[in-house]
């Protein structure tokens, strides 16, 4: 089984040490760096390559949210999880808008911070309950982007790679088919769930069909 490279970033060493003690005996998962703030977090994976970011917040120098959003931009196979205290929905909706694919508070327990680590390394994302409450609550009373906004933030290709997923091609088959690379595809995919509040494939494709980008 492959090893889950993780990357630690806290500003509290207590934090980070707790955490990485926790994870030794949770094979597959293996932390293989710290860092105490952005800056160190963009120095380490300069040099390593990391699966997974488990990503604070509230930290000096650079804090996590502009962190994420810089990983996301220099290293689109990098997938970050916010592991933080903070549960207010306008940080929540900052960190997701910066690319996060996970949030998790930090009264998590180690089975769930394990599941989390596994589903986003496997191009999936993970939110706590209390987390996804908030995020549904948001949508029901009207204060989130409305759905109907979305097919044009969409970029073509995005809509392009939406439909062939709809159509249930594979990430391989649609990187064959339009000549880019199985990452270049895997990318878009997690750009779609972010930016559609899709929770999986499926989110993907009852979105396709509602607003008409693929027809029944």
Same mark, same amino acid.
């Given at each position: ?5 993780? #990357? ?6 207590? $934090?980070?040490? *707790? ?11 293996? !932390? $293989? ?9 963009? +120095? ?13 917040? +509230?930290?000096?120098?650079?804090? *996590? ?5 810089? %990983?996301? *931009? ?21 960190? &997701?808008? /910066? *690319? ?19 589903? !986003? ?17 948001? &949508? ?18 995005? $809509?392009?790679?939406?439909?062939? %997923? ?13 000549? %880019? +690379? ?13 930016? #559609?509040? /899709? ?9 396709? &069909?509602?607003?008409?980008? $693929?027809? !029944?």
């Amino acid at each position: 089984m492959k090893t889950i490279k993780v #990357l630690l970033v806290d500003d509290h060493e207590l $934090i980070r040490e *707790g955490i990485k003690n926790s994870l030794i005996d949770h094979r597959p998962i293996q !932390v $293989i760096g710290e860092a105490q703030n952005g800056e160190e977090a963009l +120095s380490f994976l300069d040099k390593n390559l990391v699966d997974v970011v488990l990503m604070d917040i +509230s930290m000096p120098i650079m804090g *996590g949210i502009t962190t994420t959003q810089e %990983i996301v *931009g220099k290293y689109p196979d990098v997938n970050v999880i916010i592991l933080t205290m903070h549960n207010e929905v306008s940080i929540i909706q900052e960190a &997701l808008k /910066a *690319g996060a694919l996970g949030y998790l508070l930090k009264n998590t327990n180690i089975s769930e911070l394990k599941e989390a680590i596994t589903q !986003v390394y496997n191009g999936g994302t993970y939110f706590s309950s209390e987390i996804s409450e908030k995020i549904m609550n948001q &949508l029901i009373k009207g204060k989130a982007d409305r759905e109907s906004d979305y097919p044009a933030r969409l970029t073509k290709r995005e $809509i392009e790679i939406l439909k062939l %997923i709809s159509e249930e091609y594979s990430n391989q088959e649609i990187a064959e088919k339009l000549f %880019i +690379s199985h990452r270049t595809v895997d990318t878009h995919r997690r750009n779609l769930i972010q930016k #559609l509040n /899709a929770k999986n494939t499926a989110g993907l494709v009852k979105f396709a &069909l509602k607003n008409k980008i $693929i027809d !029944v």
